[in-house]
């Protein structure tokens, strides 16, 4: 099982549940176009969350190409996996 089938999963499952509760609401959402530009405005929005938690001198290096946060990112990532 690949990483996708188990995403879709747990979604499904949250769906079933949802749909047995409102099957009005879950028809609403299987009618719906506007999915990906929601998920992506909300992937937007989460990134944003984490730039809230810095102090602005990092923002601000952030934004000025002075830190690259993917790069310290992955740095990271690869700290934790030789662990």
Request: proline letters at 4%; a negative charge; zero cysteines.
């Amino acid at each position: 099982m690949n990483q996708l089938t188990n995403d879709n999963a747990g979604l499904l499952a949250y769906l079933r549940g949802y749909g047995r509760n409102n099957p009005e609401g879950l028809e609403d959402i299987a009618a719906y176009p506007g999915w990906a530009f929601l998920a992506s405005n909300d992937a937007q929005r989460r990134m944003e969350k984490i730039l809230e938690s810095l102090p602005l001198h990092e923002v601000m290096a952030i934004a000025n190409h002075e830190i690259d946060l993917n790069e310290l990112a992955r740095q990271v990532l690869a700290e934790q996996s030789a662990e």
